[in-house]
């Protein structure tokens, strides 16, 4: 079992930054493929950033790359999502999301999620 909770949300204007936080409890978090998602307001949960359980790989979704850093340290059970140069349509609730069976950005594939931080972009 995985339990998961975001920090670090909040308002921002345009080109601003945010750091988002995941802390994980449970045994198993080491061993999972770490995600990020998003979900603005009548839109489906989007795939943001995916660090694999030994941070040997990372996949960032093509709307966030080379603003948005994904990092984990397994050590303290935690996990980050580094945002800079944010843009009003990054709008959205922000979960973290840990999965045993993907290294895919599959929301379906993630059998545990955080509560969700709100993230507010303003032009």
């Known amino acids: 079992q995985v339990q998961l909770a975001e920090s670090g949300g909040g308002s921002v204007q345009a080109g601003g930054s945010l750091r988002l936080s995941c802390a994980a409890s449970?045994?198993?978090?080491?061993?999972?493929?770490l995600g990020w998602f998003r979900q603005a307001p009548g839109k489906e949960r989007e795939f943001v950033a995916l660090i694999s359980f030994s941070s040997t790989y990372r996949l960032l979704a093509e709307s966030v790359q080379g603003r948005f850093t994904i990092s984990r340290d397994n050590a303290k059970n935690t996990g980050a999502l580094q945002m800079n140069s944010l843009k009003p349509e990054g709008t959205a609730i922000y979960y973290c999301?840990?999965?045993?069976?993907?290294?895919?950005?599959?929301?379906?594939?993630?059998?545990?999620w955080g509560q969700g931080t709100q993230v507010t972009v303003s032009s």
């Open positions: 999301a840990a999965s045993r069976r993907s290294i895919r950005g599959v929301p379906g594939e993630y059998d545990y």
């Open positions: 449970g045994d198993i978090f080491s061993s999972s493929t």
